[in-house]
Nanobody, 122 residues
Framework: VQLQASGGGLVQPGGSLRLSCAAS????????IAWFRQAPGKEREGVSC????????DYADSVKGRFTISRDNAKRTVYLQMNSLKPEDTAVYYC????????????????RGQGTLVTVSS
């Protein structure tokens, strides 16, 4: 399993970014995939997950209404559209997957990729 996130950068508060995570080495469209983030000195946080079974979606309360997860199975890519960004969204974002068809326990997904840094600052 290989996962590679991209799309991070520096953005002002209130701005937007779209992250991408390209996947390879497994049956992408069958399994769930999630976004996580980790800020310096903080615990890893699950941000969002999209299932492989019915594309149902979970969001952390901290990003609901601002972030949107989606997947393009033909491109083997999952996206995270981030709007109304806040300084507290600053973190390394990465995607993760596992042998799971739902998002019930996505915080346990063990196959992680390289992250991409998002910095929200004026």
């Amino acid at each position: 399993v290989q996962l590679q996130a991209s799309g991070g950068g520096l953005v002002q508060p209130g701005g937007s970014l779209r992250l991408s995570c390209a996947a390879s080495g497994y049956t992408f469209d069958y399994y769930s995939i999630a976004w996580f983030r980790q800020a310096p000195g903080k615990e890893r946080e699950g941000v969002s997950c999209i299932s492989g079974s019915d594309e149902s979606i979970d969001y952390a309360d901290s990003v609901k209404g601002r972030f949107t997860i989606s997947r393009d199975n033909a491109k083997r890519t999952v996206y995270l559209q981030m709007n109304s960004l806040k300084p507290e969204d600053t973190a390394v974002y990465y995607c993760a997957t596992d042998v799971a068809r739902t998002c019930n326990h996505y915080y346990t997904f063990k196959y992680r990729g390289q992250g991409t840094l998002v910095t929200v600052s004026s």
